[in-house]
């Protein structure tokens, strides 16, 4: 099984992690250092992790919404 390897890259970040057993993915966190953000609806922004991930040679990285907000 490949391993995820990280680096932090902003004090506060937090490790990307698997939140139920057998779970297909890791959660990621927003790191926010300067405190939380407000959207306009619609509007869209590049939301930092504070995080450098390698992703080993033949796998890929994928960033989706909540599950919790799918339809």
């Known amino acids: 099984m490949p391993r995820v390897r ?3 890259l902003a004090k506060g970040a937090v490790p990307p992690q ?5 779970a ?3 959660d990621l966190a927003a790191c926010l250092p300067d405190g939380p953000w407000t959207f306009a ?3 869209r922004r590049a ?4 995080l450098a991930v390698a992703i080993d040679t ?3 990285g994928q960033v989706r919404p ?3 907000l799918a339809l």
């Open 66 to 68: 909540r599950s919790g």
């Open 58 to 60: 033949g796998f890929e």
């Open 24 to 26: 297909a993915g890791f």
């Open 6 to 8: 990280f680096t932090r």
């Open 47 to 50: 939301v930092p992790t504070g």
């Open 41 to 43: 609806p619609g509007q």
């Open 18 to 22: 698997r939140m139920t057993k057998g």
